[in-house]
């Protein structure tokens, strides 16, 4: 038990900003072994955007509003460790010849054009995602797709090939498979452990599944759409 609560302070500290005890520097001996708490790190940081999301709506914010303070929550309680990420490999990418190329421009701190726009492109996918979706599947929804997103990770990180040997996830290690496996498996248990509850709550709010976004009030809404629709139609004729 005590590895398993060391490894998800680990996980924990590598994932977040939160601050943890670090009593073998920044890079614990057992950080290989952390990597398969990384879908339930990954279900917390889920479930705290998506409260801080709906608790921005309850207080009367407008979707698009909430959803971009929640994703400005995110960034701040992981320390944007993703975005920084997706940045460097635009620009890698975006502007290397080759792949030696790629790589030293991928190790500069710098942002670059490509890493700019994807940045951008990124904010504005997530933010109409997120504010499109109902309130009654905000949460559950948030914690199924962050532990999802940290549950391939570690695979990731056991079959594909490192870019670089002297680079810092080659000195942090590879996991073994059977670390992975139990990775994926907790991330496909929080998923589905949340299914029935965005059903269910989703056919509670709205009675129409998550896209009838304002249930009974929109279906009212509609069906006065169409009555008008018709009435207009029935007076050019």
């Known amino acids: 038990m005590n590895e398993w609560l060391d490894d998800l302070r680990t996980a924990v500290a590598f994932l977040t900003r939160l601050p943890m005890p670090h009593p073998e520097g920044a890079m614990p001996a057992n950080f290989v072994r952390a990597r398969r708490m990384f879908p339930l790190v990954g279900a917390g940081i ?22 971009a303070l929640a994703l400005g929550a995110s960034a701040i309680l992981t320390g944007a460790l993703h975005e920084d990420g997706l940045a460097d490999v635009a620009d890698g990418f975006g502007g290397g010849r080759d792949p030696a190329a790629k790589l030293e421009i991928m190790r500069d701190s710098r942002l670059g054009t490509y890493g700019a726009l994807i940045l951008m492109v990124s904010f504005v996918a997530k933010l109409s995602a997120l504010a499109a979706l109902p309130d009654a599947v905000v949460v559950q929804g948030l914690i199924a797709t962050h532990a999802l997103a940290r549950g391939v990770l570690p695979m990731m990180a056991a079959s594909l090939p490192y870019a670089r040997q002297d680079g810092l996830a080659a000195n942090a290690g590879r996991p073994d498979f059977a670390t992975a ?44 759409a169409n009555r008008r629709r018709a009435r207009r139609h029935r007076a050019a004729r």
Not at 46 to 67: E, K, N, Q, Y
Not at 195 to 208: V, Y
């Open 46 to 67: 889920g479930g705290a955007v998506g409260l801080f999301c709906l608790g921005m709506r309850i207080m009367g914010l407008p979707d698009l509003a909430a959803a």
């Open 181 to 224: 496996g139990i990775a994926g498996a907790f991330a496909l248990i929080i998923a589905l452990l949340s299914l029935p509850w965005i059903e269910a709550l989703g056919a509670a709010a709205g009675g129409g599944g998550p896209r009838d976004r304002y249930g009974a009030a929109g279906a009212t809404a509609n069906r006065r």
